[in-house]
């Protein structure tokens, strides 16, 4: 492996352990188990991190977070289930060159790198049914014609929901025996595929906004969604090309593989700890596995492969390409 | 055109590869790698010796010019400013060369006296490397200064004509050379990434 391109590796970390400090010392960020037995539980080089991940009791000294600021670290905080709480934003992470072009862009350049957006979301839905062996989804390919050469963005969202409708309508037959899924619902989610389509979401979601604040994008001005007070509507654009193609593909790994089942549900549809901890873990590896990119055709960690599109469409934006070339799986 | 003075240190940056300086001057964009890292390390702990001086501050408005000089050799009867390098290849490059100028231009003005050689201390050989400032150096500083102080946000300079420039560049990963000429083909004509072949998605 050459140097450069150890970059992005390993650069993301989850702490869930209960009671715990983050320090810094020396070079390293350390993790202390300060309300247990006192002891160092784990060290990362400072340089090599990007983004910490916090879930729940878990706090952090004061000159970590300096150190944070000065590194250029992202802190996303969580609640012990993983709902999003809020980030620590380093200072530095504005450039007011890029900031002055993505305020700048045009509804017409809005429009085409949405409609990039969602023609991906789409195609890649339907590649992802292919994989598992689910046929007659033609509409879907005629939908993502229709969302490439949208004319406005009122069309594009329609073209969007048709879609997703169609879509969902189809992913009940990816799903090994005991495992159901009629529709989709949030707020809360009715069902335990739901459940993980929605936690799952928040985690993409999450990645996609470190890799939008990593290259001083403004994650809360969008092309698509409409904007709304604490929205990342950058961040919810961006992710549509990640949904069908990674999140919903890990959904249905962890239960087709058996390594979430039932059980590991409470009332409320949420996942019980062990099983919110096995989950992470599990996800975190999903984001270091490596695929071959379709279009580059070197293998690459998905996490990376997300950064890739950040860089993408600040280069987009920027005026550094022509257009945003969304990720789009064709088989 | 800006009245910012040229830092020296960014010869060296901008002779390697104009489209890395630019991204390192307009968006900060500077990736983490191995090379950076080490290089910032040995600066730090390099020690001090007899009868050199470290660390000298210069600026000129007339040369536009500005920068730190790593050590100043003050042995002898002349004064040789010496630019400490890490090269793995256990040789020093022609841009390092336009950074020694730019400290000789600089001194020489502090001075008030000509400089008429640098030295470069290669880390990994444990050597220095006499360097004879020539009429073509200088004039290469000058052009690059104006060249440099001249750039805008608005026109990103074309990839590199020397792909092996790539390998240890530390901003590659924001940059994506082989990547921009698949997806956009037109923004490699002449340069070293023409020959990539866009893949087709569909």
């Not at chain 1, 549809?269 to 096995?278: C, G, I, S, V, Y």
């Amino acid at each position: 492996m050459k140097a450069t391109e150890g970059m992005f590796d390993e650069s993301v970390v989850y702490i869930t352990k209960q009671g715990t400090q983050v320090r810094t010392d020396g070079g390293r960020i350390v993790v202390w188990d300060v309300d247990g037995d006192g002891d160092k539980l784990v060290s990362y080089p400072t340089e090599q991190l990007d983004t910490i991940n916090v879930f729940g009791g878990v706090n952090f000294s004061t000159p970590f977070v300096a150190r944070a600021n000065e590194h250029g670290i992202v802190l996303n905080y969580f609640t012990q289930h993983g709902k999003y709480r809020g980030s620590f934003v380093p200072e530095k992470n504005t450039i007011a060159e890029v900031r002055r072009a993505q305020y700048a862009l045009s509804s017409d350049d809005e429009l085409a790198i949405a409609c990039a957006m969602i023609a991906a979301k789409i195609r890649n839905g339907r590649t992802l049914l292919g994989r598992k062996g689910v046929h007659g989804t033609d509409l879907l390919k005629d939908l993502g014609v229709r969302a490439e050469n949208a004319t406005n963005k009122d069309e594009l969202r329609g073209t969007e929901g048709e879609a997703a409708e169609r879509y969902f309508s189809r992913l009940d037959e990816t799903l090994a025996d005991g495992w159901t899924f009629e529709k989709r619902t949030k707020r809360p989610p009715e069902d335990h595929i739901n459940s993980l389509l929605s936690l799952t979401y928040v985690m993409m979601k999450n990645e996609v906004l470190s890799g939008l604040r990593q290259y001083n994008l403004d994650p809360f001005l969008g092309v698509l969604h409409a904007d709304r007070h604490g929205k990342p509507s950058l961040a919810l654009d961006l992710q549509e090309e990640f949904r069908t193609s990674f999140c919903d593909a890990f959904v249905t790994r962890l239960v087709n593989r058996g390594t979430i089942t039932h059980d590991d549900f409470n009332r409320d549809n949420r996942l019980r700890d062990e099983a919110f901890k096995t989950y992470l873990s599990k996800f975190d590896n999903y984001m270091k596995e490596e695929f071959t990119h379709p279009y580059f055709d070197y293998s690459v960690s998905r996490r990376k492969a997300i950064r890739q599109q950040v860089i993408l469409l600040r280069k987009a934006i920027v005026g550094e390409l022509d257009d945003y070339h969304a990720l789009t799986f064709t088989r | 055109m800006t009245s910012e003075l040229v830092n020296v240190s960014d010869l060296n940056q901008y002779s390697y590869c104009p489209r890395r300086y630019w991204y390192l001057h307009f968006y900060n964009t500077q990736g983490r790698n191995y090379y950076r890292v080490e290089g910032k390390t040995k600066h730090e702990n390099q020690s001090t010796r007899g009868n050199w001086l470290n660390e000298l501050y210069l600026e000129s408005e007339e040369l536009g010019l500005k920068g730190k000089i790593d050590v100043l050799d003050l042995g002898n009867d002349q004064v040789v400013p010496v630019e400490r390098k890490r090269a793995e290849s256990g040789d020093y490059y022609r841009s390092d060369e336009l950074q020694l100028a730019g400290y000789c231009l600089l001194l020489e003005e502090h001075l008030g006296e000509s400089v008429r050689e640098g030295a470069i201390y290669l880390y990994e050989t444990d050597q220095r490397m006499h360097i004879p400032i020539t009429e073509n150096h200088r004039k290469t500083v000058q052009e690059q200064i104006e060249a440099m102080r001249s750039m805008s946000v608005e026109s990103v300079p074309p990839l590199t004509d020397n792909r092996k420039k790539c390998e240890a560049c530390s901003a590659r990963e924001y940059c994506m050379p082989e990547e921009t000429a698949m997806l956009e083909p037109d923004k490699a004509t002449g340069t070293a990434f023409e020959q990539e072949i866009h893949n087709e998605s569909n």
